[in-house]
């Protein structure tokens, strides 16, 4: 059973251009949850979605931020007109269930390292 | 609002050492989790032990364990037994027990290097 994958692994952008970046979940996961680390940070949570659906949005930046999760295909969170702040690494996570973190089947990708030149 | 802070932004070790990393967190909550990640050069975020509020018992798996103290709003984590692949920077996280679990709260890292 492969993990939560995410791709691209690096991803390099000019301000301005849009940034996409995926996550598959786990098989026979349909709760995808968002984090940003900023450098020298921990993790801060943005966005739980279930299939097709935003659940809780409420850590996302109002502006230039996006976040899917259709019913076929990978969670994308997309970042408009990048600017030097969204530098960060941004990890998905993936559950079979809400309340994944009480019953220890939360589980992280390794991220997408954005850089913003 | 619930924060985690880790004081100790690095430490090392000598391998088969024992070595205790110090976290401590702030909610009103009565009930809630605590956690302990963490993530090598891979970068990849992997639980390593989880603590339930509820429980006086401290959580321990197999080299990790942990130091709740409630009332004093601490969770420290003790590796025994250094090894090399325990190099990693851990994070100290928090939940509340209830519908959202999904958030977790991180405190920023410490970078633990456990040398030979």
């Known amino acids: 059973n492969a993990g939560v994958m995410q791709n691209p692994r690096h991803l390099v952008r000019r301000r301005g251009q849009e940034a996409r970046l995926r996550c598959s979940p786990m098989k026979g996961h349909s709760h995808v949850y968002w984090y940003r680390q900023l450098p020298e940070e921990g993790l801060k949570f943005m966005v739980y979605?279930?299939?097709?659906?935003?659940?809780?949005e409420s850590g996302m930046p109002k502006e230039r931020f996006s976040a899917e999760f259709p019913k076929e295909g990978p969670s994308i969170l997309r970042i408009q007109q990048v600017v030097r702040g969204d530098s960060a690494a941004y990890f998905c996570?993936?559950?079979?269930?809400?309340?994944?973190?009480?019953?220890?089947?939360?589980?992280f990708g390794s991220g997408t390292q954005l850089s913003v030149l | 609002a619930q924060t985690v802070t880790q004081s100790q932004p690095e430490m090392s070790v000598q391998e088969a050492e024992t070595v205790t990393l110090s976290c401590t967190y702030d909610t009103s909550e009565n009930n809630y989790y605590l956690f302990w990640y963490k993530q090598p050069p891979s970068r990849q975020m992997i639980l390593v032990i989880r603590?339930?509020?509820?429980?006086?018992q401290n959580a321990t798996e197999n080299r990790f364990s942990v130091n709740f103290q409630k009332a004093a709003k601490s969770f420290s984590l003790k590796i025994s037994d250094s090894q090399l692949g325990d190099t990693a920077m851990y994070f100290c996280a928090f939940t509340p027990d209830q519908g959202g679990s999904e958030k977790l709260v991180f405190g920023k890292g410490m970078k633990l290097t456990v040398n030979p």
């Open positions: 603590q339930e509020a509820y429980k006086q």
């Open positions: 996570a993936s559950s079979p269930f809400r309340d994944p973190a009480t019953n220890e089947k939360l589980f």
């Open positions: 979605l279930q299939k097709e659906n935003i659940i809780d």
